[in-house]
Each structure stands twice: as structure tokens, then as C-alpha cells.
């Protein structure tokens, strides 16, 4: 099993940047993920980062804001979180996939390891 701690969550004003990242200690996670869940709303897929960084994939609310990246030395994953937006608050989790060596992964139960999660407040 993988277990996946998630830290650098916090307080922000909009406009502002912080940087997720998601230590992951265990059995190797092939695709990592991003996902976040806002109050009163569905949890959401952010970004996704193949095993060997050579494919990633965002949403659309996130595209050209949000950079996934991942250094397998250190086993972490990192979410750089620039131009921030009150929208963005959300728990934001860290998942990874055990199953698929190759590619990334946008849909829930695609994963079968999560984080405990980090808040993310953005202030207006």
C-alpha cells in the first residue's frame, strides 16, 4: 500500500500562490493525482502527472494557473498554485495509482490511494 501525506495548504489572498506538495511513502504510485473538494460540492479532479512526468493533464478551471510536477527520488508531488481565485478553496487531496503503469488518470476511482487532504483558503 501507499500512504500519501499532503502538506502547504493555508491561508491566501486571491491573486496569490502556494505550492501543494504529497509525500508518498510504500509501495511505488505509478500516476499521481490532484483532486479537491469544496464545501458542499462533489470532489473534483485538479491535475494528474504520469510516472515518468512526460504527460500531464489539468482541468480546465486550473489550466494555465496550476503546474503538477514530481520528483520520484524524494517520492513527492508537488501542485505550484499560481493566480489563485476565492473559488479555488477546497480541500485539496493527493491520490495515487498503483494499477497503471503508463499515462495519466482524470476519474476517481482510477486511483486507489489518498491523502488526508490539506485546506486551501483564498480570500477575496
Known amino acids: 500500500q501507499v500512504q500519501l501525506v499532503e502538506s502547504g495548504g493555508g491561508l491566501v489572498q486571491a491573486g496569490g500562490s502556494l505550492r501543494l506538495s504529497c509525500a508518498a511513502s510504500g509501495r511505488t504510485a505509478y500516476t499521481m493525482g490532484w483532486f479537491r473538494q469544496a464545501p458542499g460540492k462533489d470532489r473534483e479532479f485538479v491535475a494528474s502527472?504520469?510516472?515518468?512526468?512526460?504527460?500531464?493533464t489539468y482541468a480546465d478551471s486550473v489550466k494555465g494557473r496550476f503546474t503538477i510536477s514530481r520528483d520520484n527520488a524524494k517520492g513527492t508531488v508537488y501542485l505550484q498554485m499560481n493566480s489563485l481565485k476565492p473559488e479555488d478553496t477546497a480541500v485539496y487531496y493527493c491520490?495515487?495509482?498503483?494499477?497503471?503503469?503508463?499515462?495519466?488518470?482524470?476519474?476517481?476511482?482510477?486511483?486507489?490511494?489518498w491523502g488526508q487532504g490539506t485546506q486551501v483558503t483564498v480570500s477575496s
Open positions: 491520490a495515487g495509482n498503483t494499477r497503471y503503469y503508463y499515462g495519466v488518470r482524470i476519474k476517481e476511482n482510477e486511483y486507489d490511494c
Open positions: 502527472i504520469s510516472r515518468s512526468s512526460d504527460i500531464t
